[in-house]
């Protein structure tokens, strides 16, 4: 008997082990090669000079990278609300039963997701360009070009406008997860629900809800994460411009580490967004399960 149980024991690690030593190479390596780069003066040549924790010092004080901070919070709380608030609302909507062909909505809700990053900042650029976007089409097309303008060049809406193809990328993944979760809510809780007259909204907020917030808190997770490290359609689309206006960290990261060619510098800053993010999950989620605690006392 233990002759036939030893091989399917070996066979379980071997599988285990190939995806662990996968994320440790592409996960773990790369950030202890970071932290171990960010206490040099490095220009990415074969001379490093140690300077400590010189580079987290100015860190602290970096004015641009504090800028860029308040910019990715701004992108977490606009995605929260929307992609995961959004995508619960679909979720809703197709599920009910006065919808029909459910797999088609799911089907083309999810395809955003699959799009490059990149190309759907290069299909947003397009939608907000100032000479052959729809937008600025539509307000003229109404008889109100006065209305048309430079969209990514309004530095008080710039951040709004970065944030729209990031919602509408992602709803569709979400809206996945989410119908994931509900299919395993018991229907008999709903017709209950609905012979005692509850609405539509009733339901959402009295049984969908709290059955499913351990998977709401994993989307708020994933959605913090992404959005800490957000780079590719906001690279494409601005820059990080005008002027600093739409800078994130990995942006920024970016710029010192690959234009100034300050590796060292630029190590500190992936340092600093890989502990940012950790903290901002953690305080999400002390602040979830507080609102949680409460309302159930």
Not at 278 to 288: E, R, W
């Given at each position: 008997m233990l002759h036939a149980i030893r091989p399917?024991?070996?066979?379980?690690?071997?599988?285990?082990?190939?995806?662990?030593?996968?994320?440790?190479?592409?996960v773990?390596?790369?950030?202890?090669?970071?932290?171990?780069?960010?206490?040099?003066?490095?220009?990415?040549?074969p001379v490093k000079t140690f300077t400590g924790?010189?580079?987290?010092?100015?860190?602290?004080?970096?004015?641009?990278?504090?800028?860029?901070?308040?910019?990715?919070?701004y992108l977490v709380v606009a995605c929260i609300i929307g992609q995961i608030g959004i995508a619960f609302i679909l979720v809703?909507?197709?599920?009910?039963?006065?919808?029909?062909?459910?797999?088609?909505?799911?089907?083309?809700?999810?395809?955003?997701?699959?799009?490059?990053?990149?190309?759907?900042?290069?299909?947003?650029?397009?939608?907000?360009?100032?000479?052959?976007?729809?937008i600025n089409w539509f307000f003229k097309a109404i008889g109100k070009p006065e209305l048309c303008r430079v969209w990514l060049n309004e530095t008080d809406l710039v951040m709004l406008l970065v944030s729209i193809p990031l919602i509408w990328q992602y709803i569709g993944y979400y809206m996945v997860i989410i119908l994931s979760a509900i299919s395993s809510i018991n229907e008999e809780l709903y017709e209950s629900?609905?012979?005692?007259?509850?609405?539509?909204?009733?339901?959402?907020?009295?049984?969908t809800l709290p059955l499913i917030k351990n998977i709401i808190m994993v989307c708020i997770t994933l959605?913090?994460?992404?959005?800490?490290?957000?780079?590719?359609?906001?690279f494409v689309m601005t820059k990080g411009g005008p002027g600093k206006a739409s800078m994130v960290m990995a942006m920024y990261g970016y710029q010192i580490s690959l234009n100034q060619n300050n590796m060292g510098y630029g190590s500190c800053i992936s340092v600093?967004?890989?502990?940012?993010?950790?903290?901002?999950?953690?305080?999400?989620?002390?602040?979830?399960?507080?609102?949680?605690?409460?309302?159930?006392?």
């Open positions: 399917k024991r070996n066979i379980i690690i071997l599988y285990l082990l190939i995806p662990t030593a996968l994320f440790l190479f592409t773990f390596v790369p950030l202890v090669t970071a932290l171990g780069y960010s206490v040099f003066e490095w220009k990415g040549g924790l010189t580079n987290y010092v100015t860190l602290l004080h970096d004015e641009t990278f504090w800028l860029a901070f308040q910019h990715n919070i809703m909507m197709v599920g009910s039963k006065f919808v029909r062909l459910k797999g088609i909505h799911r089907t083309f809700g999810f395809f955003p997701s699959t799009i490059s990053a990149v190309c759907i900042g290069l299909i947003w650029s397009i939608i907000y360009h100032n000479q052959y976007g729809i629900a609905e012979i005692d007259g509850a609405s539509g909204v009733q339901k959402a907020c009295y049984i959605c913090i994460a992404g959005n800490m490290k957000a780079f590719d359609s906001i600093g967004i890989f502990v940012l993010s950790l903290l901002v999950i953690a305080g999400s989620q002390a602040f979830i399960k507080f609102l949680t605690h409460e309302k159930e006392i």
